[in-house]
Nanobody, 124 residues
């Protein structure tokens, strides 16, 4: 059974940084993708970034390009999201998710497994 656990959220001032972690276990398939999504109150869930299981391919939504970096440590079975230059509009619950076949896309319906989320709050 695939299990995802996010951590690293918190309260930070605008311009600050946070690093989110997603510990992954139970994956038995290859060439999969892991993504970070976020959902702000009253808004739809939005894809932020994704990375292939090999770590060789990444994708970012335009609003976070140049500020967020996704990476993976396969030895630790962990995916990270380094978030710099945070803005109040980045405030949301951040989720990591796994798709069984890497597509390089951030449509939430393409993702089969989800974590419980971690809250990120950016104050102005």
């Amino acid at each position: 059974e695939v299990h995802l656990v996010e951590s690293g959220g918190g309260l930070v001032q605008a311009g600050g940084s946070l690093r989110l972690s997603c510990a992954v276990s139970g994956i038995t398939f290859e060439n999969y993708g892991i993504a970070w999504f976020r959902q702000a109150p009253g808004k739809e869930r939005e894809g932020v970034s994704c990375i292939s299981s090999s770590g060789g391919s990444t994708y970012y939504v335009e609003s976070v390009k140049g500020r967020f970096t996704i990476s993976s440590d396969n030895a630790k079975n962990t995916v990270y999201l380094q978030m710099n230059s945070l803005k109040p509009e980045d405030t949301a619950v951040y989720y990591c998710a796994v798709q069984e076949y890497w597509t390089g896309e951030l449509e939430f319906f393409q993702y089969d497994y989800w974590g419980q989320g971690t809250q990120v709050t950016v104050s102005s």
